[in-house]
């Protein structure tokens, strides 16, 4: 029989960041898989955790007491740790990246969206939804006059933000007549969250010019889908990964006006095509995905 896999989801389990929700998505997805999974904080107390065999997910933000331990495979993000380096490039993990235009690797499992760069051991990919297929919504169409915003709007000094297409977003709902909310995001449950996107008469997913420029898909263009609502964008990454059916414009008013224009078995259609792509993009995918690529 063969063992069952021990998962070590490593930080943030009660500390909050909003890399917590990833590490949150790769307990639960552990769990689905029938996994053993234990979720602990950074801490030296928490070290006994780490056995050999284990397959441990951590980031930079949370790996200071991460032991090394003989026969573990680390998959960590922003890895910064150069003794765990010197493990993953000996073949026993992975650094993990976030796919953008830039990444260099070559592409896998058919999809230009996850790549793998053997010589630096690093998969490129994007974090996806951390909703599992069978929790997804149907294809659904909403007939309110609001949007809900369930998410960060912020900016930095070097422009990153989401801030001022958010403005554009607001102002072109409110000219035909949509209100555009957002709520505050750490008091949105997820079930909650489900609920707000469902009702809301447009699902948007855009990005300030940083991240489109770059091509960094959001998390909400996957998470919008699995709550039954075709995204909207104006980031073409959006649909390098969902393909065609995602509407895309740079311009807000035109982005609004485009998807108000389809019929209602258009957006249903094209919803459900879009979800098609989706079953690569969630976080039990990407456990398997850690565990092929480290074992090639």
């Known amino acids: 029989m063969t063992a069952k896999e021990h998962l070590v989801v490593w930080g943030l389990r009660r500390r909050y960041d909003s890399y917590r929700y990833i590490q949150a998505g ?20 928490n070290q006994w955790v780490v056995k050999p065999g284990s397959l441990v997910v951590s ?7 991460l032991p090394e331990v003989p026969r573990v495979r680390y998959v960590i993000h922003n ?15 992975l650094n993990l990246q976030v796919w953008t235009f830039q990444c260099a690797g070559v592409p896998i499992h058919g999809h230009t969206c996850f790549r793998f760069n053997i010589e630096s051991r690093t998969l490129f990919q994007p974090w996806g939804t951390p909703i599992p297929k069978a929790c997804w919504e149907r294809p659904s169409i909403s007939s309110k006059n609001f949007v809900f915003w369930v998410g960060s709007v912020w900016n930095n000094a070097l422009g990153q933000g989401n801030l001022d297409v958010i403005r554009d977003l607001s102002a072109a709902l409110k000219l035909r007549g949509l209100t555009f909310f957002h709520p505050w995001p750490r008091l949105v449950s997820q079930s909650l969250h489900r609920k707000l996107i469902i009702a809301s008469r447009l699902r948007p997913a855009v990005c300030g010019s940083w991240q489109s420029e770059n091509g960094y898909i959001p998390c909400r263009a996957f998470k919008n889908l699995s709550f039954g609502g075709l995204p909207i964008t104006n980031n073409q990454a959006v649909r390098v990964a969902l393909g065609d059916s995602v509407s895309i414009a740079t311009d807000m008013g035109s982005l609004v006006d485009d998807y108000l224009a389809m019929s209602p078995k258009e957006v249903l259609d094209r919803t459900a095509v879009a979800q098609e792509r989706l079953v690569d993009f969630t976080y039990e995918a990407n456990l398997l995905r850690f565990q092929e690529l480290i074992a090639s």
């Open 79 to 93: 890895n910064e740790r150069t003794d765990l380096e010197s493990i993953i490039s000996g073949g026993k993990g």
């Open 59 to 65: 980031a930079n933000i949370c790996q200071r007491f």
């Open 26 to 45: 790769f307990a639960e997805a552990g769990a689905r898989l029938g996994w053993h999974v234990d979720w602990v904080e950074d801490l030296v107390r």
